[in-house]
């Protein structure tokens, strides 16, 4: 089992940048992909990035590539989300997860494991 923990969100202007930051407990890590949801007020959860269990493979929505950067550090049990440019779309909560699955998800089913997420406001 893998409990995951959001944590860099906060208030930001638009343009500015933020990191999310998602600790990871569990020693098997490394086995599993992860990636990075959002869900704002009255909309679905949407994917927003996703990485392969090496972190070798990484995958972006179309709204976020570009301006977003996923990465992990197995060592350290973390997967980050770096994000610039940001804009007021961009204002939501975001979510890590985890599966169990190798390759990489786009869709929340996919991921057996959640965080509590982390609010991230994008002020025009």
């Known amino acids: 089992q893998v409990q995951l923990v959001e944590s860099g969100g906060g208030l930001v202007q638009a343009g500015g940048s933020l990191r999310l930051s998602c600790a990871a407990s569990?020693?098997?890590?490394?086995?599993?992909?992860m990636g990075w949801f959002r869900q704002a007020p009255g909309k679905e959860r949407e994917f927003v990035a996703s990485?392969?269990?090496?972190?070798?493979?990484?995958y972006y929505a179309d709204s976020v590539k570009g301006r977003f950067t996923i990465s992990r550090d197995n060592a350290k049990t973390m997967v980050y989300l770096q994000m610039s440019s940001l804009n007021s779309e961009d204002t939501a909560v975001y979510y890590c997860?985890?599966?169990?699955?190798?390759?990489?998800?786009?869709?929340?089913?996919?991921?057996?494991?959640w965080g509590q997420g982390t609010q991230v406001t994008v002020s025009s």
């Open positions: 990485i392969s269990r090496s972190g070798g493979n990484t």
């Open positions: 997860a985890a599966s169990r699955s190798a390759g990489i998800w786009t869709v929340p089913p996919r991921y057996d494991y």
């Open positions: 569990g020693r098997t890590f490394r086995d599993y992909a």
